[in-house]
């Protein structure tokens, strides 16, 4: 009788753990979107502290934390909340890479849009042209007016080409290797003059 009475306990037991919700998030735990909002943003706050922090001085553990401080105050979170709610999304591996494949998602979105090249009103883009052009001949026309050069070999000014509005990437990498190159040499030299 005591078997019978145990393995029907045992039945309700598992009927009752299997029907439950395996997507619930208990309570305290922040949902999936403000988690990846906050992961996101921690990111972000790493990635600043590794291109902008870099004083040998500073404990940089010390400085990513006040950044992850600053995060969790910008998101109106504490610590142990974030604590207890990454602790419940990596004990959940199926919640935790739809976060994590939606922070990817995010990313290269972000990375998209950053690269891509801004399309120009061709309108306006042409007033402005034309109005950059009168005034950089007109200031031309004046300053050799001022020098007393004659008008036929003022109209002979070469006016600058235009700034292009967006770097491209390629350039953009070469320009921050080489930057990074010249400051790796300037360290150098600085540390073997201060070496006896």
């Not at 972000?44 to 934390?65: C, H, N, P, Y």
């Amino acid at each position: 009788m005591s078997r019978l009475l145990l393995v029907c306990l045992s039945a309700i037991v598992c009927c009752l753990v299997s029907c439950t919700d395996k997507d619930k998030i208990p309570k305290g735990v922040m949902g999936k979107e403000k988690m990846q909002k906050v992961m996101l943003d921690m990111i972000q706050a790493e990635r600043f502290r590794e291109g902008f922090i870099q004083d040998s001085a500073k404990d940089l553990k010390v400085e990513t934390f006040k950044l992850y401080a600053q995060v969790f105050e910008l998101n109106k979170i504490t610590k142990d909340e974030f604590i207890k709610s990454y602790k419940f999304y990596m004990s959940r591996p199926d919640i935790a890479r739809q976060i994590f494949d939606s922070m990817a998602n995010q990313a290269n979105r972000l990375r998209e849009n950053l690269y891509k090249p801004k399309a120009l009103d061709t309108a306006a883009k042409s007033k402005t042209d034309t109005f950059s052009a009168d005034s950089a001949k007109a200031a031309a026309a004046d300053s050799a007016k001022s020098k007393g050069i004659t008008t036929d070999s003022a109209k002979k000014v070469i006016t600058p080409a235009p700034v292009p509005s967006t770097i491209a990437p390629a350039t953009m990498n070469a320009r921050r290797d080489a930057f990074r190159k010249r400051r790796l040499k300037d360290t150098m030299l600085r540390y073997n003059k201060t070496k006896p």
